[in-house]
């Protein structure tokens, strides 16, 4: 299934490609997941998502695919499979940033292949659900870490709490973006 979103941040576009090509930097921002292990070019971690009544539990990597900076294009492909369950998703995920004005637009296209009890949901509920996510993770790269001066921006870890649908109250998906400090020094477990 194809998704497409977009989104604006407040900072040149030079500063917006540094900042979202830098997994590390942006995984404590990304509503539910927390990013296990870096080796080379391939990230590990798991994530947690509500959707409707069911909420399921990736562990997987991501691996640039493609980074051109002339260009300011990223293509990452990210693979997971459920911890209980039989369930798997995979995606390919193109992010292509675009100068507007003083800030950067982003168009993200997802290919999106989803087996599992998660499946059962319709593109609908799972556009609306990869949009409320979105709007947390813009929200959290623009107070904890585009705010920041580069050199201030202070090490933290996501909280694990599973990423809501649209049917939960707020405070529970207010929960799920409020990331947790991660141990001294930036070190990952």
Known sequence: MELTNEFRVTVPIDRAWDVLTDLELIAPCMPGAELLSVEGEEYRGAVKVKVGPITAQYKGKAT??????????????????????????????????????????????????????????????????????????????????????????????PDDTPVAAADVPAPHQEAATRPAPRPAGGALP
């Open 64 to 157: 640039f695919q493609e980074k051109d900076h002339a260009a300011h294009r990223a293509v990452i492909r990210a693979d997971g499979r459920e911890t209980r369950g039989q369930g798997n998703a995979s995606a390919v995920i193109t992010a292509t940033l675009t100068e507007d004005g003083d800030a950067t637009a982003v168009r993200l296209s997802t290919d999106l292949t989803i087996s599992g009890k998660a499946a059962q949901f319709g593109r609908g509920v799972l556009a609306d659900v990869s949009a409320k996510l979105l709007r947390q993770f813009v929200q959290c790269l623009e107070s904890n870490v585009l705010s920041a001066d580069p050199a201030s921006v202070p090490d933290s870890a």
